[in-house]
Antibody
């Protein structure tokens, strides 16, 4: 059973950079896409971006100038960096596996999720 | 970006009821539509992918339908554990976008 676990600081100061890591266990990070999704308190879900195990990325244009997602296949983990933080970036950050079923015309969907990491941006 | 609209933000129902939750896309997305269930303090859980395909392990009382711009999630007989927030999500193109959620509450 694939499991994902986010880790990183829970409190970050405004203008600084958020760094989170997602550790993948129970399966290889290879051959899949991996995504970050966030949810501000009491609000809906926002897709941040994804990375393929090979390193290719796709980011949400609304965050693209501030986001970097990277992968370390040797450690079976991937990471999120989000810079120039403001209070609006306060959210629960989820990592998730992206199932690519486009070859079957099923598209892409998030089939495994981490438990989420609350990140608060405050001085 | 494709906008996903769940016109009902909250819905009250009783155990045993048949419930339908709707989702509309701002443009045609074929059947590239997924449904998730989220309980308080938990990560979303995939229920339905590609509009009508039941994810492994999900009870058969959940079903999905639709194509183009209009989609529905149906729960045939509500169980106590089904009270949660439900989100639709399109994967027709990036950025992937979610509906704002429909909260299913106990009547």
């Amino acid at each position: 059973q694939v499991q994902l676990q986010e880790s990183g600081p829970g409190l970050v100061r405004p203008s600084e950079t958020l760094s989170l890591t997602c550790n993948v266990s129970g399966g290889s990070i290879s051959t899949y896409y991996w995504s970050w999704i966030r949810q501000p308190p009491g609000k809906g879900l926002e897709w941040i971006g994804y990375i393929y195990y090979s390193g290719s990325t796709n980011y949400n244009p609304s965050l693209k100038s501030r986001v970097t997602i990277s992968v370390d296949t040797s450690k079976n983990q991937f990471s999120l960096n989000l810079s120039s933080l403001t209070a609006a970036d306060t959210a629960v950050y989820y990592c998730a596996r992206v199932e690519d079923s486009s070859a079957y015309y099923y598209g892409y969907y998030f089939d495994y999720w981490g438990q989420g990491a609350l990140v608060t941006v405050s001085s | 970006d494709i906008q996903m609209t769940q016109s009902t933000s909250s819905l009250s129902a009783s155990v045993g009821d048949r419930v339908t939750i709707t989702c509309r896309a701002s443009q045609s997305i074929s059947t590239y539509l997924n449904w998730y269930q989220q309980k308080p303090g938990k990560a979303p859980k995939l229920l339905i992918y590609a509009a009508s395909n039941l994810q492994s392990g999900v009870p058969s009382r959940f079903s999905g339908s639709g194509s183009g711009t209009d989609f529905t999630l149906t729960i045939s007989s509500l169980q106590p554990e089904d009270f949660a927030v439900y989100y639709c999500q399109q994967s027709y193109n990036t950025p992937y976008t979610f509906g704002q959620g429909t909260k299913l509450e106990i009547k």
